[in-house]
């Protein structure tokens, strides 16, 4: 038995019964008795029209409640009441005694219920009309993403609905459905909430086939707490420099800003991302980076996290293997943790000082107070056996400085070389060399390390040297030097260094003007130093040119035909070094033809053939094809005129004048025109005292 009848079945029915009515039911309990239509279930009755039952539903707190009229018929029983579930057949009949009301509590929320009436006596059941009937549909199921949804970490959502022959429907975040319009019914749909913190509530209301409206309902949800956490470096508890990185973690965060200060709110907004690359601020003291994030209901939310820098120290600083040396240029130790530049300094207040890459070993010039290469290391002529002190701290990648350390060495000065007064650069391998060396007699120079090491040439002592030949070839270069005094006892070697002055090589065509209308192009060369020879041409064949003496400027025959073209250059210095290639682009001189024939009257006619045209082109070296033919057949070449005389064909109709240009790289330019129209004859007869006159 169903719910509709277990709940409801006030009178109990045995099934003999039931079967007696069944069989009487066959009997016509509708046929009007006494006057003609006072029966009232007959249609045709003025009072009832057939339905004396007026049956009424409402849905009230997911019940239906049935209501009808007393209906006044001899031997009435009672009533009975018949229900239809959407398009279900009917349920089993329920009948009622003794009372007009009944209240349906087996209702499925969205489904459409049908009831219908009749009465039934002992002897049977009236007749079932349909006008006795009445349809309900229950408000329907709506429901913002599941049932069991609490939350939501987006305002995107799926809204999930169920009804029965529900054909419109209304869907919005306010409950006056402002800007909201009926649409088809869907039984689920994409929708987006508003913005904004708390409770989002979406409101619903249906159209029904028959055209009634359901109630308004709604459903509601509430957004996401995002819950952020922003950890520096896998939660690592310092760093050893400002480059960390970071993982943030969140429930439906769309976007994010981060800051080093304690507010977040200073960076612009963009994308969120759970993992990135950021920059600590420099200084001193805990780093903090404090994240602030957003969903898409732009509620906000702050997180951060902080991580102290490792601060930098020096653990060793030695100046030098003992505590003397012969020369200003001495290895040092420094040892130190957490650094990435140093300064090292002659004096105390590291006055000029740069930092410079960290380095644990180098070598460093006492007399020029600068780290040096150790093979350009170099002392300071005339200086004095003296204690020298060296400063150095350290610093790291967030800029906090090391307590300063200093050692101090001895050093004892006996001679010194230097090129080109300490010059960094030569312009030429002929150089000059300044030597001190207190009491000495003779020297030796040379710029093999080997030779003057282990067999010198020794030669009388002099200060200066002219025109020292350096060797060819790139890369630093090195004179070695000795020296030895009246008593035979020899110096160790004493060295300078230099490099060869860049050349820096420049190539301009034509005084740089991009278009020529030559196809011989001037090429100026200039570069540093002392240039010896070149290669200039273009570009595709400069590799198959021979070096060439270099001179300031070089005509370039460019070739034929459109297009940009390259004109590049080697050039060599004497130290043999090849310079990289320069090139300059140059092209030729857009042509730009015109053409127009010389109307003295400017009407559009002409009486002559013999016409004057005026043509304009850009160029040099111009040649020029005019012809009534747009093909030119049979036309001949001829030097450019700007105003060259044409004769025109014979005949009456419109003549067209075309006209082409060749400039000196044989680009042939695109083809104008121009036309003119023979003068009308118009010929009359003039009666003149008698005498005929023909006029043209």
């Not at 009948?95 to 499925?108: A, C, H, K, N, P």
């Not at 021979?546 to 060599?572: C, H, M, P, Y």
Request: net charge negative.
């Amino acid at each position: 038995m169903n719910s509709f009848k277990k709940r409801f079945v006030i009178e109990a029915i045995s099934f003999g019964i039931l079967l007696l009515l069944v069989m009487l039911n066959s009997c016509n309990f509708d046929t009007p008795s006494g006057a003609p239509h006072d029966n009232p279930l007959d249609k045709n009755n003025q009072e009832t029209s057939g339905d004396p039952f007026q049956l009424t539903a409402e849905a009230v707190d997911g019940f239906i409640h049935l209501r009808w009229s007393d209906v006044n018929i001899d031997n009435l029983t009672g009533y009975a009441i018949f229900r239809q579930e959407n398009n279900s057949e009917y349920e089993d009949t329920l009948l009622i005694r003794g009372q007009t009301f009944y209240t349906d509590t087996s209702i499925v929320k969205g489904n459409r219920y049908k009831y219908g009436i009749t009465g039934y006596t002992a002897n049977g059941f009236f007749k079932r009309r349909e006008e006795n009937s009445i349809v309900l549909s229950t408000n329907p199921v709506f429901v913002i993403e599941d049932v069991e949804d609490d939350y939501t970490a987006t305002r995107f959502v799926d809204l999930n609905i169920y009804t029965f022959t529900a054909t419109r429907m209304k869907i919005s975040n306010s409950s006056d459905f402002i800007d909201s319009d009926w649409v088809d019914y869907t039984t689920s749909k994409s929708w987006q909430l508003e913005t904004g913190a708390g409770m989002k509530t979406v409101y619903f209301q249906v159209v029904f086939t028959e055209g009634d409206t359901s109630d308004v309902i709604s459903d509601s949800i509430m957004p996401a707490p995002i819950n952020p956490e922003v950890t520096i470096n896998n939660n690592s508890e310092f760093t050893e420099t400002p480059n960390v990185s970071l993982n943030i973690e969140s429930t439906g965060a769309t976007e994010m800003r981060l800051s080093n200060q304690n507010d977040a709110g200073g960076d612009q907004w963009q994308v969120y991302e759970d993992e990135l690359d950021w920059v600590l601020s420099t200084g001193e003291g805990t780093k903090t980076v404090q994240v602030s994030v957003r969903n898409d209901f732009l509620i906000e939310e702050v997180c951060s996290d902080q991580i102290e820098p490792r601060l930098c120290l020096i653990n060793e600083f030695q100046l030098g293997v003992t505590d003397t040396t012969e020369t200003n240029i001495v290895e040092v130790l420094l040892d130190a943790d957490y650094s990435d530049h140093m300064q090292v300094s002659n004096s105390e207040d590291f006055a000029g000082a740069v930092w410079i890459p960290y380095q644990s070993n180098f070598t460093w010039d006492l007399g020029r107070g600068e780290v040096v290469s150790a093979n350009g290391s170099k002392i300071s002529p005339n200086r004095d056996a003296t204690v020298h002190t060296l400063y150095s701290r350290v610093r790291n990648s967030f800029e906090i400085i090391s307590p300063t350390l200093y050692d101090e060495i001895t050093v004892e000065i006996f001679g010194g070389i230097e090129i080109n007064d300490g010059n960094d650069f030569a312009l030429s391998r002929l150089v000059n060399l300044s030597l001190v060396a207190p009491e000495a007699d003779s020297i030796a120079v040379s710029n093999d390390s080997l030779i003057i090491f282990d067999d010198p040439v020794w030669i009388a002592f002099t200060g200066e040297i002219e025109n020292w030949e350096l060797e060819t070839g790139p890369g630093t270069k090195v004179v070695y030097t000795r020296f030895k005094n009246r008593t035979g006892a020899e110096s160790g070697v004493y060295f300078d260094s230099i490099e060869p002055m860049s050349m820096e090589p420049e190539i301009i065509l034509n005084g740089g003007n991009h278009y020529t209308p030559f196809r011989v192009a001037l090429a100026a060369l200039r570069a540093n130093g002392q240039i010896d020879s070149m290669k200039v041409g273009l570009q595709q064949d400069l590799e198959d040119l021979d070096w060439i003496e270099f001179r300031n400027q070089k005509l370039i025959t460019l070739q034929f035909g459109e297009g940009i073209q390259i004109v590049s250059a080697f050039l060599k210095n004497d130290f043999e070094i090849v310079s990289e290639i320069v090139s300059a682009e140059i092209e030729p001189l857009p042509i730009n033809p015109s053409i127009e024939i010389i109307d003295q009257n400017q009407d559009g006619f002409t009486s002559v053939r013999l016409l004057d045209l005026r043509l304009t082109a850009g160029g040099a070296r111009l040649k020029m094809i005019i012809s009534e033919d747009s093909t030119f057949e049979s036309s001949e070449i001829v030097n450019f005129e700007t105003e060259p005389q044409f004769l025109l064909s014979s005949g009456s109709t419109e003549k067209t004048i075309y006209a082409k240009i060749i400039n000196d790289f044989e680009i042939v330019s695109e083809i104008v025109s121009d036309s003119i129209l023979p003068f009308p004859l118009n010929p009359g007869l003039i009666i003149n005292d008698g005498e005929e006159i023909w006029h043209v």
